[in-house]
């Protein structure tokens, strides 16, 4: 009995071995399938769920002067909503989602629109209800939630209100994300910052466009892209990262944002004043040769200038003040006396003959001034020369000085920079200067070269030149970028740099500083309009014929108008060029305020605003002085986002009343204006901005201002400084079509 039991136990056991043996039989079948037969279909299959991708790192910034941002690359939002959006492949989840959803948005959607009212106070709450009550109505598939590309604070705080909150599951939101490269002041400096974009050559491939610092600094800027795979699990892809990437260092500039801005509006002004093709400037810091502005403008239409880089008219370059070669004109006069002196060619006691008559010849050709002004004697000294900048005295000069010897003038002209390529941009052109034995060389050459023809410029080159009789002679480095920045930490440093100690003597620096005073300041002198009541002001006007640019003749059509100085002359601060294009055939002013242009009332004009704004900025008087001790402190507030206002004045405590405290937390945009009472509370009153509607900015700063109106779908034009006192179209107009609204401002 027992021997059978023992039998048919063995046999269960066999069976049950055998049965595992040829499962494992048919796995291992199956495995050698699949690595062999069925290999390429299953590698075919692998690839198709695994993709493996570049993860591009984040550009560096671009940094001002003090570390603040210029250019930074930001993500933008655009919000949409799916009213119809359900898990359609489950079937109860689909009527059990449907119905929970749909009670939701009913019960919600009111409160859903205060959150965004709060968010975006320029759309009311009606406006969203009604917008999203006809999605909901329709099932709309794509409904804008906002009608507008939204910033990284805003698309977090849109997460936080109700039914979003919930997910796309009840909400339906759909998210897309935009990475834009943003200059933080929309186009000023955009020339010299340069641009990173994607666009398409002639063959229609994708390339990527990049010039200015962006394109001179791109190395450090890019980062080090990462790698990783995306892996397809439960129907979705999920990024795996194998490299992380190594985002890019920030770039320190020299440039000082309120400068730059000082400088921009100033020569926008003169612009629209005469309706101008272009004009440019760069201001520079006389003892370091730092960069602090550089403003290109050119006229896109009538009464419209920003700053671009296509290849447009009125924009045959990427950047006017670096790139664009062009004869100087009068405001080489300065370079021509300072080598005849430093050479010791001549003395400041030299003189020539002073022509009555307006034209001259000279080796057979014609050489004319503008005026002549009779002092007495019959002759013009140096200092008068430049004063009433005179062609034909500039000729007798240099050929007194080098008409045996030409080689010596270009050698020293030569030797004081003017050919130099500072390479402050990839794209900055080398100048020029005709050389004795080229072909370009000719027997009036020389005479040409006297008042700044025949020679080939860049603004640049100019102004380094005049910064260095500014700083007694010492040549500086121009510098537009301190450091590249990693992390805070400074990776490298680019230190001001002395590039001659004594490329001219104290004495030469000193003798023609004073001639360029007397430019501005002497009686009769072509720089008159640059003079201030604030400081001396030294420097010197240009009026230069621009060839035709159709038949190559200079025929007075057109001209560059210029003015190069520095300010304060007894104790140089700043260097300063500005430069602009007149276009005979771009000039639309009516006859009664079309005046003959040149760079004395155009140019100096500019000059003498930015002069004495920036020299504003830095006048302070001591602190004992401007202390009150009587009365408390209030702080004077612009009307604006008050939002801002208010996180300030809660620092430096100003308590807020009780209306308002209410109020939970501060927004981003709320907008209004602070009352104080008692001369410590302060209480906010709200002014409300309505969708589709042109908003009251009255009593606001410009940027504020600007913004405003920019949101609103306006284009904006500004004139004065200080605060908004009016507006040329009435707050609350209907916005119609693409508009331009005129903002005045004063102190």
């Given at each position: 009995?027992?021997?059978?039991?023992?039998?048919?136990?063995?046999?269960?056991?066999?069976?049950?071995?055998?049965?595992?043996?040829?499962?494992?039989?048919?796995?291992?079948?199956?495995?050698?399938?699949?690595?062999?037969?069925?290999?390429?279909?299953?590698?075919?299959?692998?690839?198709?769920?695994?993709?493996?991708?570049?993860?591009?790192?984040?550009?560096g910034n671009i940094l001002n002067d003090n570390g603040e941002l210029m250019v930074s690359t930001l993500p933008l939002y655009k919000i949409h909503i799916d009213f119809d959006y359900y898990n359609k492949r489950n079937k109860t989840d689909e009527k059990e989602t449907r119905h929970k959803k749909d009670s939701i948005w009913r019960a919600d959607m009111h409160s859903l629109c205060v959150g965004l009212n709060e968010i975006f106070p320029n759309k009311s709450v009606e406006s969203f209800e009604k917008d999203l009550s006809y999605g909901f109505r329709n099932k709309k598939r794509y409904h804008w939630l906002y009608n507008r590309k939204i910033s990284y604070t805003q698309y977090q705080r849109i997460l936080e209100l109700p039914i979003i909150r919930m997910g796309k599951k009840y909400s339906g939101i759909i998210v897309?994300?935009?990475?834009?490269?943003?200059?933080?002041?929309?186009?000023?400096?955009?020339?010299?910052?340069?641009?990173?974009?994607?666009?398409?050559?002639?063959?229609?491939?994708?390339?990527?466009?990049?010039?200015?610092?962006?394109?001179?600094?791109?190395?450090?800027?890019?980062?080090?892209?990462?790698?990783?795979?995306?892996?397809?699990?439960?129907?979705?892809?999920?990024?795996?990262?194998?490299?992380?990437?190594?985002?890019?260092?920030?770039?320190?500039?020299?440039?000082?944002?309120?400068?730059?801005?000082?400088?921009?509006?100033?020569?926008?002004?003169v612009l629209k004043r005469h309706r101008l093709p272009a004009g440019w400037a760069i201001l520079m810091e006389t003892k370091s040769g730092?960069?602090?502005?550089?403003?290109?403008?050119?006229?896109?239409?009538?009464?419209?200038?920003?700053?671009?880089?296509?290849?447009?008219?009125?924009?045959?370059?990427?950047?006017?003040?670096?790139?664009?070669?062009?004869?100087?004109?009068?405001?080489?006069?300065?370079?021509?006396?300072?080598?005849?002196?430093?050479?010791?060619?001549?003395?400041?006691?030299?003189?020539?003959?002073?022509?009555?008559?307006?034209?001259?010849?000279?080796?057979?050709?014609?050489v004319r001034d503008e005026a002549y002004s009779d002092n007495g004697t019959g002759k013009y000294s140096m200092s008068e020369a430049l004063k009433y900048s005179s062609n034909i005295s500039m000729v007798q000069y240099i050929k007194k000085a080098y008409g045996n010897d030409p080689e010596q003038y270009t050698n020293t002209l030569v030797r004081f920079g003017l050919t130099e390529n500072y390479k402050l941009i990839e794209s900055e052109t080398t100048p020029y200067l005709t050389m004795p034995g080229t072909k370009r060389w000719n027997g009036f050459s020389l005479n040409s070269?006297?008042?700044?023809?025949?020679?080939?410029?860049?603004?640049?080159?100019?102004?380094?030149?005049?910064?260095?009789?500014?700083?007694?002679?010492?040549?500086?480095?121009?510098?537009?970028?301190?450091?590249?920045?990693?992390?805070?930490?400074?990776?490298?440093?680019?230190?001001?740099?002395?590039?001659?100690?004594?490329?001219?003597?104290?004495?030469?620096?000193?003798?023609?500083?004073?001639?360029?005073?007397?430019?501005?300041?002497?009686?009769?002198?072509?720089?008159?309009?640059?003079?201030?009541?604030?400081?001396?002001?030294?420097?010197?006007?240009?009026?230069?014929?621009?060839?035709?640019?159709?038949?190559?003749?200079?025929?007075?059509?057109e001209k560059m108008m210029s003015f190069c100085g520095f300010f304060p002359a007894d104790n140089p601060q700043y260097t300063l060029l500005i430069q602009m294009v007149?276009?005979?055939?771009?000039?639309?002013?009516?006859?009664?305020?079309?005046?003959?242009?040149?760079?004395?009332?155009?140019?100096?004009?500019?000059?003498?605003?930015?002069?004495?704004?920036?020299?504003?900025?830095?006048?302070?008087?001591p602190i004992d002085a401007v202390i009150d001790t009587v009365h408390s402190i209030v702080p004077k507030v612009k009307t604006g986002n008050i939002a801002e206002a208010g996180a300030v004045l809660k620092k430096i405590g100003f308590p807020m009343s009780d209306s308002f405290k209410a109020q939970t937390a501060f927004e981003e945009e709320m907008w209004g204006r602070v009352n104080f009472e008692n001369d410590s509370i302060y209480e906010y009153k709200n002014r409300v901005i309505r969708e589709n509607s042109v908003p009251d900015v009255r009593g606001m700063g410009a940027k504020d201002a600007v913004y405003l109106m920019q949101q609103a779908g306006l284009d904006v034009e500004i004139s004065g400084y200080g605060i908004v006192k009016s507006q040329s179209i009435i707050a609350g107009t209907a916005v119609r079509g693409k508009r331009t609204v005129k903002l005045t401002l004063a102190p």
């Amino acid at each position: 009995m027992f021997k059978f039991r023992d039998n048919t136990i063995l046999r269960y056991n066999l069976i049950v071995l055998f049965g595992f043996t040829m499962f494992a039989l048919v796995i291992i079948g199956n495995i050698l399938v699949v690595m062999f037969k069925e290999r390429e279909f299953w590698e075919t299959v692998k690839n198709k769920n695994i993709h493996p991708v570049s993860i591009e790192p984040q550009r560096g910034n671009i940094l001002n002067d003090n570390g603040e941002l210029m250019v930074s690359t930001l993500p933008l939002y655009k919000i949409h909503i799916d009213f119809d959006y359900y898990n359609k492949r489950n079937k109860t989840d689909e009527k059990e989602t449907r119905h929970k959803k749909d009670s939701i948005w009913r019960a919600d959607m009111h409160s859903l629109c205060v959150g965004l009212n709060e968010i975006f106070p320029n759309k009311s709450v009606e406006s969203f209800e009604k917008d999203l009550s006809y999605g909901f109505r329709n099932k709309k598939r794509y409904h804008w939630l906002y009608n507008r590309k939204i910033s990284y604070t805003q698309y977090q705080r849109i997460l936080e209100l109700p039914i979003i909150r919930m997910g796309k599951k009840y909400s339906g939101i759909i998210v897309e994300e935009e990475i834009q490269r943003k200059n933080i002041f929309g186009d000023i400096g955009m020339s010299t910052f340069g641009i990173v974009r994607k666009t398409t050559d002639k063959n229609k491939n994708e390339i990527e466009e990049v010039n200015g610092l962006e394109q001179k600094y791109d190395s450090y800027l890019r980062g080090i892209p990462g790698a990783g795979r995306k892996e397809k699990t439960g129907g979705r892809f999920i990024l795996k990262v194998d490299k992380p990437a190594q985002n890019g260092m920030d770039l320190q500039t020299t440039i000082s944002s309120d400068m730059l801005d000082i400088c921009e509006n100033a020569v926008k002004k003169v612009l629209k004043r005469h309706r101008l093709p272009a004009g440019w400037a760069i201001l520079m810091e006389t003892k370091s040769g730092d960069i602090k502005a550089v403003v290109n403008l050119t006229k896109l239409e009538e009464g419209v200038y920003a700053e671009t880089i296509e290849n447009i008219q009125n924009n045959p370059t990427p950047n006017h003040a670096f790139c664009r070669l062009m004869e100087p004109g009068s405001i080489f006069k300065t370079v021509a006396l300072t080598a005849a002196l430093e050479d010791g060619r001549l003395t400041s006691k030299d003189s020539v003959t002073a022509y009555k008559s307006k034209v001259c010849y000279f080796n057979g050709k014609p050489v004319r001034d503008e005026a002549y002004s009779d002092n007495g004697t019959g002759k013009y000294s140096m200092s008068e020369a430049l004063k009433y900048s005179s062609n034909i005295s500039m000729v007798q000069y240099i050929k007194k000085a080098y008409g045996n010897d030409p080689e010596q003038y270009t050698n020293t002209l030569v030797r004081f920079g003017l050919t130099e390529n500072y390479k402050l941009i990839e794209s900055e052109t080398t100048p020029y200067l005709t050389m004795p034995g080229t072909k370009r060389w000719n027997g009036f050459s020389l005479n040409s070269m006297s008042y700044g023809y025949a020679v080939g410029m860049t603004g640049i080159n100019i102004l380094s030149f005049y910064n260095t009789i500014a700083n007694g002679g010492k040549q500086m480095q121009p510098r537009l970028v301190k450091a590249i920045i990693k992390d805070g930490r400074t990776i490298e440093e680019y230190p001001t740099k002395v590039l001659n100690e004594r490329l001219i003597s104290k004495a030469t620096a000193d003798t023609i500083t004073s001639f360029l005073v007397d430019v501005v300041n002497g009686k009769k002198g072509t720089g008159r309009r640059a003079k201030s009541d604030m400081m001396l002001v030294a420097g010197k006007t240009g009026t230069a014929n621009i060839p035709n640019s159709v038949t190559g003749k200079y025929d007075n059509s057109e001209k560059m108008m210029s003015f190069c100085g520095f300010f304060p002359a007894d104790n140089p601060q700043y260097t300063l060029l500005i430069q602009m294009v007149y276009d005979q055939k771009q000039d639309t002013r009516p006859d009664s305020i079309r005046i003959k242009l040149g760079g004395g009332n155009s140019a100096a004009v500019a000059f003498k605003e930015i002069a004495e704004k920036i020299m504003a900025q830095s006048y302070s008087a001591p602190i004992d002085a401007v202390i009150d001790t009587v009365h408390s402190i209030v702080p004077k507030v612009k009307t604006g986002n008050i939002a801002e206002a208010g996180a300030v004045l809660k620092k430096i405590g100003f308590p807020m009343s009780d209306s308002f405290k209410a109020q939970t937390a501060f927004e981003e945009e709320m907008w209004g204006r602070v009352n104080f009472e008692n001369d410590s509370i302060y209480e906010y009153k709200n002014r409300v901005i309505r969708e589709n509607s042109v908003p009251d900015v009255r009593g606001m700063g410009a940027k504020d201002a600007v913004y405003l109106m920019q949101q609103a779908g306006l284009d904006v034009e500004i004139s004065g400084y200080g605060i908004v006192k009016s507006q040329s179209i009435i707050a609350g107009t209907a916005v119609r079509g693409k508009r331009t609204v005129k903002l005045t401002l004063a102190p």
